[in-house]
């Protein structure tokens, strides 16, 4: 089994998809807690709850985003950062 939360759920499901990719044998079962699968902040959700959002603003997640991403630079890559789009 793997589980994660926040980013953590968002890495379960990106090590998921890898071991998909790669034609690795599957954990039994995967348990995400309201995980980040999009750092690209890309989805319309994020957007038009911004204003619902009672501990951070737009521009401290993007900044936290960047901070996590720091070093990765080809397309391939950065597409592990939102697991959401690989679905």
């Not at 793997?2 to 890898?18: E, N, T």
């Not at 998909?20 to 994020?46: C, E, I, K, M, W």
């Not at 959002?53 to 597409?79: I, M, S, W």
Request: proline share 6%; no cysteine.
């Amino acid at each position: 089994a793997i589980a994660g939360d926040s980013a953590g759920g968002g890495l379960a499901l990106a090590l998921l998809q890898h071991l998909r990719a790669h034609n690795r044998p599957q954990p039994a079962a995967a348990v995400l807690y309201s995980p980040l699968l999009d750092l690209t902040f890309s989805g319309d959700s994020f957007e038009a709850n911004r204003r619902r959002e009672v501990l951070f603003k737009p521009a401290a997640y993007r900044r936290a985003a960047e901070y996590y991403a720091v070093g990765v630079a080809n397309n391939d890559a950065r597409a592990r950062l939102a697991p959401i789009r690989a679905l």
